[in-house]
């Protein structure tokens, strides 16, 4: 009898929107979750049978299921982040975690990370993000994907290899006067020295150079790079610098080795000889002592870079994002994570910013997707649906009874 049908087209309909409401409290929990995404409900109808009509066989449906239901990828907004090390995907894509126990990779849009004590870059549950590391030669990603690691703390010293000076050297100098001009100096372990230049006018437009080094007399390491006079510096008539200039400091002695001192003005101008007092009008060199790590960065490509006390800023990682060309049937593994399946296809790995993936937004988090007003309506409306199914199931139980009646 069609009564029977009918009860169980009602009892799916319940069936059918109780897991819709499931599919709903999901989302509104979820609505402060970093990277969630809400998913939504699609229902189809159940096979429908025949029954005789007047006008020959009709179709009488049995009630409805639900269909599928969908990861909806939109983008979610975007919230500053006080962390260095915290970011969020803008566009396609997904980060990249491995379980350092069993290797296995997850992808997420829940860019929360952390430094752990052994400086591996991690999600909230001790999963390793990966990228690529940096060669330090050539400043670009080498290699294959690898857990990321932070554990250079120190940047290593360097010794000073090129001093440039730009001066003045007062034109009305008399013969014996002199000018020093110092500039702080590094070794190879990175201790300081102090470099102090000496000026020396020996005629009428030309200066003789000597120097010492913490006090101690280099004068005789002093050589010409152009094989005129060793020490001398000679000016013409309007003060311009026409012989000398690019000198080498053999320092060897003291663990820092050959060191080129310019003088011509490779920045910031040349040196001169004009009627003013003798001044050092910029001075710089190459070398730095050892430096520790301060702060992290990283950049939209997803470089993460390290900057250093010592005023060094060095790149060592790029982070890794991934896409899916049927991302909606990625497994939910719960945490924010998601596994590949056979429906979704094998990731499609690259930088941030390449082949269709998004770029990174630094100290910064995704948040949920989750439209609440939009999620109010679907609760409402599956709350009536379910009412009226229930209603089928009443109703339908009423008039069971009146048949049932007939017999008495």
């Not at 009564?3 to 409401?21: D, I, K, R």
């Not at 009305?172 to 000018?179: E, K, L, M, S």
């Not at 020996?202 to 006090?215: F, I, K, P, R």
């Not at 000198?247 to 050959?258: P, R, V």
């Amino acid at each position: 009898m069609s009564l029977s049908t009918a009860m169980y087209s009602g009892l799916s309909g319940l069936n059918s929107y109780g897991e819709a409401m499931s599919v709903v409290g999901d989302n509104i929990a979820n609505l402060n979750t970093t990277g969630f995404k809400y998913s939504s409900v699609h229902f189809e109808d159940l096979m429908a049978q025949l029954i005789p009509t007047g006008s020959g066989p009709g179709q009488v449906g049995r009630g409805s299921r639900i269909s599928e239901v969908s990861t909806v990828w939109q983008q979610g907004s975007l919230e500053n982040s006080a962390d260095d090390v915290d970011v969020a995907i803008s566009g396609t894509g997904f980060l990249i975690v491995k379980d350092p126990l069993n290797q296995r990779l997850f992808y997420t849009r829940d860019g929360n990370f952390s430094l752990n004590d052994d400086g591996y870059l991690i999600n909230a549950h001790g999963y390793r993000v990966q990228g690529k590391a940096i060669d330090p030669v050539t400043g670009t990603p080498a290699g294959v994907d690898t857990d990321i690691v932070l554990s250079q703390n120190y940047s290593a010293p360097k010794a000073s290899t090129s001093v440039d000076m730009v001066m003045n050297l007062n034109a009305n100098a008399a013969a014996g006067d002199y000018y020093d001009s110092a500039i702080t100096v590094y070794d190879n372990l990175g201790n300081v020295h102090t470099l102090d230049m000496r000026y020396t006018n020996v005629a009428a437009n030309t200066w003789t150079l000597s120097g010492t080094l913490d006090g101690v007399d280099i004068t005789g390491t002093i050589t010409d790079q152009g094989g005129g006079g060793p020490t001398d510096l000679t000016f013409d008539t309007n003060g311009t610098m026409i012989a000398g200039g690019l000198y080498s400091l053999d320092l060897s002695a003291y663990n820092i080795g050959a060191v080129n001192l310019n003088l011509t003005g490779t920045a910031g101008g040349s040196t001169t000889q004009y009627a003013a007092s003798s001044v050092t009008n910029y001075a710089s060199q190459d070398g730095y002592g050892p430096g520790f790590l301060q702060r992290i960065s990283i950049n939209n490509e997803g470089v993460i870079t390290g900057h250093y006390s010592n005023g060094q800023i060095i790149p060592q990682y790029q982070l890794t994002l991934a896409r899916f060309n049927a991302p909606s049937k990625l497994y939910r593994e719960g945490s924010n994570l998601y596994t590949e399946t056979q429906d979704s296809g094998v990731p499609l790995t690259g930088a941030p910013g390449t082949n269709g993936l998004g770029k990174i937004s630094s100290n910064a988090l995704e948040q949920s997707n989750v439209d609440l007003g939009n999620e109010f309506v679907h609760m409402i409306l599956y709350q009536r649906a379910f009412q009226a199914n229930s209603r089928i199931i009443t109703t339908t139980d009423n008039m069971l009874e009146e048949v049932l009646s007939l017999k008495r």
